[in-house]
């Protein structure tokens, strides 16, 4: 996604492919990046690896292994997704896998129960063998994918770290406090199709929230979206509100909704169009003037809804 240049922007806070040799080498060391690999080692109730656990252990990318699982004519085994990285050649003696099945240890694999391999960040859940895997596919202890939408990064990590990861590697401005106020000017209105803009990320209530606006096609008509997205499982997330203005010359437009958990991709948010859209004929309007340069104010607020023990129905806890 093409980033566009912004000649000005004010933001007011309220309150402030593996090689041969690396495969090969990889069988005897098994380095985990901390931020976005987590070792899937399976262990039993967390009491440490069995031999059994080690065995069905995959030497090339260490992941637990699942039928088919393949073995060169030595018996070193690996799993069905390596044998393709690894050209069909053993990566711990280098002979040729050809298509020998290791049907011994995958009649192994189907008797056990496993952990969730998240369960060292939480997961306290235990599946067999084949449901281990749609099981962490949706795990709520799963890492989270970097929120940034004007690169395709790949860095996963929980939320400490991706807030981290925001602030030092995208440079994304950080804001404390529940309301907002933005300015977005731009001299050439027309020259911002397919870009996205800005991404910033607000902290109030405990929690992290990032609010996008960018500009994008929507049909034949160029047009103008922000929203905001929760740093958090979407269960979380329906505990807040927020609401986002725009307008000048006495009109203006409002959206109020619930926040989009970063579970859901940026381009599938912004695709269903969850959020405030501004066409780019009202936002010439609301910029004033000749109409050849883009100045919207965008301004908005968070608050979390809370249940009320009498009435039993939520009520807006704004902050201060």
């Not at 931020?35 to 899937?40: A, E, F, I, L, R």
Request: charge should be negative; charged fraction near 20%; hydrophobic fraction near 30%.
């Amino acid at each position: 996604m093409e980033t566009v240049e912004i000649d000005s922007v004010e933001c007011v806070s309220s309150s402030d492919g593996i090689e041969d040799e690396d495969i090969h080498s990889s069988v005897f060391s098994h380095p985990h990046n901390s931020h976005n690999q987590y070792s899937s080692k399976p262990y039993i109730l967390g009491i440490g690896p069995t031999s059994v656990h080690e065995l069905l252990e995959c030497p090339v990318c260490t992941n637990s292994m699942y039928p088919p699982i393949h073995q060169c004519p030595n018996g070193h085994t690996l799993c069905s997704t390596c044998k393709t990285r690894v050209h069909n050649r053993c990566p711990t003696c280098r002979q040729e896998l050809g298509d020998i099945r290791c049907l011994a240890l995958e009649k192994v694999a189907e008797s056990l129960d496993l952990p969730c391999k998240f369960y060292s960040l939480g997961c306290p859940e235990i599946f067999p063998y084949y449901s281990k895997l749609k099981h962490e596919a949706v795990c709520n202890f799963r890492p989270y994918t970097c929120p940034y939408a004007g690169s395709e990064c790949a860095v996963t990590g929980d939320i400490p770290y991706l807030v981290s990861h925001l602030r030092d590697d995208h440079k994304v401005d950080m804001h404390t406090g529940c309301t907002f106020n933005h300015r977005y000017v731009k001299s050439n209105p027309r020259e911002v199709e397919n870009a996205t803009w800005m991404l910033t990320v607000f902290h109030c209530f405990g929690q992290y929230f990032c609010l996008h606006f960018e500009a994008f096609q929507l049909g034949m008509a160029p047009v103008y979206m922000a929203f905001l997205r929760f740093m958090g499982d979407e269960i979380e997330a329906r505990n807040y509100s927020y609401s986002l203005e725009v307008g000048a010359n006495g009109r203006k437009l409002i959206w109020e909704g619930t926040p989009r958990s970063i579970r859901d991709s940026h381009r599938k948010v912004r695709d269903s169009h969850d959020g405030l859209i501004i066409q780019r004929n009202m936002a010439l309007f609301f910029s004033g003037g000749d109409k050849k340069e883009l100045k919207l104010r965008v301004t908005g607020r968070i608050w979390k809804e809370q249940q009320n023990p009498d009435g039993g129905v939520c009520i807006p806890n704004l902050c201060s």
